[in-house]
C-alpha cells in the first residue's frame, strides 16, 4: 500500500460490478481489472512485475492461469494477498486452492458480504506492516 492509503487491487472475475463495489470505499482501492485481457496482459504487460496488495480472481471456471498468475505475482510480491470468488458448486477444489497460495475463499452466493471484512483485514495488516517498515 502507497503512503496515500491507496489499496492496489489486480482483478480477475467479471460478474461483479467492481465500480458499484469499490466506490466510496476508506481506504481507496485502485484496480486493474483483467477480466477480458488476461492473455495479452499475462504474456505480455508482465502483469506480475507490478505491485498489487490484492489479487481477486474467479475460480468457476478451469484456474489454472489464475494460480499460475498467482504464483507469479508473489514472487515479485510475496505479501499480495488473494480472494477466490467462486461458486457453491466448487466447495470441493477449496482446499487444493488454498494449498496452491489462496488467502480468502469466497463464495458468491453467501459469503460477499463477507468481502467488505477481507479486505478491512488486509488493509488492517497492510498498514501495520506500512507502519513497522517507516
Keep these: 500500500m502507497g503512503r496515500s492509503g491507496t489499496m492496489k487491487m489486480l482483478i480477475k472475475e ?8 469499490l466506490s466510496g470505499h476508506t481506504p481507496q482501492i ?3 481489472d483483467i477480466s477480458n485481457k488476461f492473455r495479452e ?4 504487460d508482465k502483469i506480475h512485475r507490478k505491485f498489487y496488495d490484492i489479487f481477486v480472481f474467479d475460480s468457476t471456471q478451469n484456474y489454472r492461469p489464475e494460480l499460475d498468475l498467482l504464483q507469479e505475482l508473489k514472487t515479485y510480491n510475496p505479501d499480495i494477498k488473494s480472494v477466490v470468488i467462486t461458486s457453491e458448486q466448487n466447495r470441493k477444489y477449496r482446499s487444493h486452492l488454498v494449498s ?3 488467502d480468502h475463499f469466497l463464495f458468491r452466493e453467501s459469503d460477499m458480504p463477507l468481502f467488505e471484512f ?3 483485514q488486509i488493509n488492517l495488516r497492510l498498514t501495520r506492516t506500512e507502519t513497522l517498515a517507516g
Excluded at 467479471?14 to 463495489?21: E, P, R, V, Y
Excluded at 496482459?41 to 505480455?44: G, H, Q, R
Design 14 to 21: 467479471n460478474c461483479i460490478n467492481w465500480n458499484q463495489l
Design 30 to 32: 485502485d484496480y486493474v
Design 41 to 44: 496482459l499475462a504474456n505480455e
Design 100 to 102: 496452491m497460495g489462496v
Design 118 to 120: 477481507v479486505l478491512k
